[in-house]
């Protein structure tokens, strides 16, 4: 077999363990998010990423209660598909305004910008919540 019809087949290899890896991954995630739509009926879920130059990607998942209590931070970080979502169990039980106001301590720069992220996508579904609904006449009259 020639040179280039070997690195054609490992290519094809590779593309395809990474194939593989993604999938499992995103099972993961779906699971993940499954299990919290499952366990909290109320509240509001946040999502938030940061992308590393050449360091680990980091994903983060924040569930706050309607009163703003923190209910469940999980972190995904690291550099390959195999990472998985680990609970940051001393944040939970915390206000969120602690949580924004302090983030987390030293140089965690991924894990920062991903909370931000995520606390900026509950602010938003909050402020919706809240808003008034135009369309319901209901509301309108009130």
Same mark, same amino acid.
Do not use: C
């Given at each position: #077999? ?17 194939a593989v890896g993604t999938w499992m991954q995103m099972k993961h995630y779906r699971e993940v998010m499954g299990d919290i739509s499952r366990r909290w009926s109320d509240g509001f879920v946040g999502a ?18 309607? /009163? ?7 972190? #995904?970080?690291?550099?390959?598909? #195999? ?38 996508? *509950? /602010? ?8 008034? /609904?135009?369309?319901?006449?209901? *509301?309108?009259?009130?």
């Amino acid at each position: #077999m020639q040179l280039w019809q070997l690195g054609l087949i490992l290519l094809a290899v590779v593309w395809a363990l990474q194939a593989v890896g993604t999938w499992m991954q995103m099972k993961h995630y779906r699971e993940v998010m499954g299990d919290i739509s499952r366990r909290w009926s109320d509240g509001f879920v946040g999502a938030g990423n940061a992308r590393g130059r050449l360091g680990k990607g980091v994903i983060l998942i924040l569930v706050v209660s309607p /009163d703003g209590i923190v209910r469940r931070l999980a972190v #995904m970080e690291g550099r390959s598909v #195999m990472a998985k979502f680990k609970p940051l169990t001393e944040f939970e039980g915390k206000p969120l305004a602690e949580l924004r106001d302090n983030g987390f301590p030293g140089k965690e720069k991924g894990r920062n910008l991903a909370l931000s992220r995520a606390i900026e996508q *509950i /602010d938003r579904t909050r402020s919706k919540a809240s808003a008034p /609904d135009p369309t319901n006449p209901q *509301i309108a009259q009130a």
